[in-house]
């Protein structure tokens, strides 16, 4: 009974259906403006039509144009890396000699190759070694601070360990010519660190540059580390100071790996003192 | 009671006056006059849908045929009204009338529910005619003005032709 109320559904749509159009087409085929206003509607349902059959279309592609995209993304990326390549040739030719002396320190440019910032104890590659001159000892600097101290080389690359680094200290000073501590990451922030033993009677000012200070056989003295901010008083007798430093340290791509050619007879003689 | 042969009569007679109308009484552009769905909805239960759709089909082209109408206009209006006559019926007269196949009146279902259910045919052949004649171009405040004051003019016609076209009030 009901299969055939269902068809007797179908058989009187189908009837109206026809009997619409007829009716429309006739009245489509002897009104101008009907057919005008008829041919904007179906203009308009067609291209509505159209236009989701073609969003499908474009849905079931997706696959092919996102494999088209990984191919054009690796070929940039090729690109990338060799024009990167000839930038590196040309930094490196701007600095007469690739690597050069000024009194006891030899500078040696260098590109990172590798880099770890998200532990506590983070290190980088660099991708010079032995054979360019690199020894164990030497600082890695930017011209934004100190970054580093190599650890290991080999033939080719060099392994640094980078200053943000549990235990690892820089000798600083505030100012040109102020008090020195040591200063390390304060192991947490991506871009500060804690200056240290600071005593009580000297002045400071919170924004004060701090620098290398020189009092070491790593890193030359003068390079600009970073701006003092709070300060507070440890144990009753020193200070300690939160420094922002100005290397950003997730974006370091070239170094400078200074190394102080009076190192070994520095330390030779301290050996012989003790 | 009245016979088929006469209900057929009267429906070419008051098609014949739905034409006059049509060609003769102009009565601005507000106002439409119609009988066709309170024809349309007069066609005994007997018939069945398909063929009521064909009538009405036939009467609205022969309408717009005779008349200096849009030809098809009042056949698309009328189309819709016959597909819903059993429904309209089935609503607002009762499941009964449409399983008996037995006739309405207005004096065995009440002067109300008949002018309810000439309402609704006549609300429905009205948007679709006045949709179909606007074509987009008038405004809508337009067509609603025009759509109630057609329907309040055909109610009284859609009345006259029940009156008329159902058996038992005529003895």
Same mark, same amino acid.
Not at chain 2, 45 to 51: K, N, Q, R, V
Not at chain 2, 126 to 135: E, N, W
């Given at each position: 009974?009901?299969?055939?109320?269902?068809?007797?559904?179908?058989?009187?749509?189908?009837?109206?259906?026809?009997?619409?159009?007829?009716?429309?087409?006739?009245?489509?085929?002897?009104?101008?403006?009907?057919?005008?206003?008829?041919?904007?509607?179906?203009?308009?349902?067609?291209?509505?039509?159209?236009?989701?059959?073609q969003?499908?279309?474009?849905?079931?592609?997706?696959?092919?144009?996102?494999?088209?995209?990984?191919?054009?993304?690796?070929?940039?990326?090729?690109?990338?890396?060799r024009?990167?390549?000839?930038?590196?040739?040309?930094?490196?030719?701007?600095?007469?000699?690739?690597?050069?002396?000024?009194?006891?320190?030899?500078?040696?440019p260098?590109?990172?190759?590798?880099?770890?910032?998200?532990?506590?104890?983070?290190?980088?590659?660099?991708?010079?070694?032995?054979?360019? @001159?690199?020894?164990?000892?030497?600082g /890695?600097?930017? #011209?934004?601070?100190a970054?580093?101290i +190599? $650890?290991?080389?080999s =033939?080719n690359y060099?392994?640094?360990?980078?200053f943000?680094?549990?235990?690892?200290?820089?000798?600083?000073?505030?100012?040109?010519?102020?008090?020195?501590?040591?200063?390390?990451?304060?192991?947490?922030?991506?871009?500060?660190?804690?200056?240290?033993?600071?005593?009580?009677?000297?002045?400071?000012?919170?924004?004060?540059t701090?620098?290398?200070s020189?009092?070491?056989?790593i890193?030359?003295?003068?390079?600009?580390? @970073?701006?003092?901010?709070?300060s507070? /008083?440890?144990? #009753?007798?020193t200070?300690?100071?939160? +420094? $922002?430093?100005?290397? =950003?340290?997730?974006a370091?791509?070239?170094?400078?790996?200074v190394?102080?050619?009076?190192?070994?007879e520095?330390n030779?003689?301290?050996?012989?003192?003790? | 009671?009245?016979t088929?042969?006469?209900?057929?009569?009267?429906?070419?007679?008051?098609?014949?006056?739905?034409?006059?109308?049509?060609?003769?009484?102009?009565?601005?552009?507000?106002?439409?006059?119609?009988?066709?769905?309170?024809m349309v909805i007069?066609?005994?239960?007997t018939?069945?849908?398909?063929?009521?759709?064909?009538?009405?089909f036939?009467?609205?082209?022969?309408?717009?045929?005779?008349?200096?109408g849009?030809?098809g206009?009042?056949?698309?209006?009328?189309?819709p009204v016959a597909?819903?006559?059993?429904?309209?019926?089935r609503?607002?007269?009762?499941?009964d009338i449409?399983?008996?196949?037995?006739?309405?009146?207005?004096?065995?279902?009440?002067?109300?529910?008949?002018?309810?259910?000439?309402?609704?045919?006549?609300?429905?052949?009205l948007?679709?005619?006045?949709?179909?004649?606007?074509a987009?171009?008038r405004?809508?405040?337009?067509?609603?003005?025009?759509?109630?004051?057609?329907?309040?003019?055909?109610?009284?016609?859609?009345?006259?032709?029940?009156?008329?076209l159902?058996?038992?009030?005529?003895?």
């Amino acid at each position: 009974m009901r299969r055939g109320n269902f068809i007797g559904t179908l058989i009187n749509a189908a009837i109206f259906i026809l009997l619409e159009i007829a009716a429309l087409s006739m009245l489509n085929h002897n009104s101008q403006l009907q057919r005008v206003w008829f041919s904007r509607g179906t203009h308009a349902f067609m291209g509505a039509v159209w236009g989701g059959t073609q969003s499908i279309k474009d849905y079931f592609s997706l696959r092919k144009a996102n494999e088209a995209l990984a191919q054009e993304n690796f070929e940039l990326r090729t690109r990338l890396a060799r024009f990167e390549l000839q930038e590196e040739e040309i930094w490196e030719d701007s600095i007469p000699g690739a690597a050069k002396t000024a009194g006891d320190f030899r500078f040696i440019p260098a590109s990172i190759v590798k880099i770890s910032n998200n532990t506590q104890h983070n290190y980088m590659i660099i991708g010079k070694g032995s054979d360019d @001159g690199i020894t164990v000892g030497s600082g /890695v600097i930017t #011209g934004k601070g100190a970054v580093g101290i +190599v $650890d290991a080389v080999s =033939d080719n690359y060099s392994y640094a360990r980078s200053f943000r680094n549990f235990g690892m200290s820089i000798s600083a000073r505030i100012g040109q010519s102020g008090s020195v501590g040591p200063m390390e990451w304060d192991g947490r922030s991506r871009d500060r660190a804690i200056l240290k033993e600071i005593p009580h009677h000297v002045e400071f000012h919170e924004g004060d540059t701090i620098y290398t200070s020189g009092y070491s056989s790593i890193f030359p003295p003068d390079i600009p580390l @970073g701006t003092l901010g709070h300060s507070k /008083v440890v144990n #009753g007798a020193t200070f300690e100071i939160s +420094v $922002d430093l100005f290397e =950003d340290f997730g974006a370091i791509r070239h170094v400078t790996v200074v190394d102080n050619m009076g190192k070994e007879e520095m330390n030779r003689l301290e050996e012989e003192q003790r | 009671m009245r016979t088929g042969q006469n209900f057929f009569i009267l429906y070419l007679l008051l098609l014949i006056c739905q034409i006059a109308i049509c060609n003769y009484a102009a009565l601005g552009p507000y106002l439409m006059l119609t009988l066709l769905p309170a024809m349309v909805i007069c066609i005994p239960l007997t018939i069945s849908t398909p063929a009521c759709m064909l009538i009405a089909f036939a009467s609205g082209l022969a309408v717009d045929w005779l008349s200096e109408g849009l030809i098809g206009i009042n056949a698309a209006s009328l189309i819709p009204v016959a597909a819903l006559r059993s429904t309209f019926i089935r609503i607002f007269l009762g499941e009964d009338i449409i399983n008996r196949k037995d006739s309405f009146s207005v004096r065995r279902n009440g002067a109300g529910k008949i002018s309810i259910v000439m309402a609704a045919t006549t609300s429905v052949f009205l948007l679709v005619y006045i949709f179909l004649d606007g074509a987009g171009t008038r405004p809508f405040w337009f067509c609603t003005a025009r759509f109630f004051a057609s329907l309040a003019a055909n109610m009284i016609l859609a009345m006259l032709v029940t009156d008329i076209l159902t058996p038992d009030d005529r003895r």
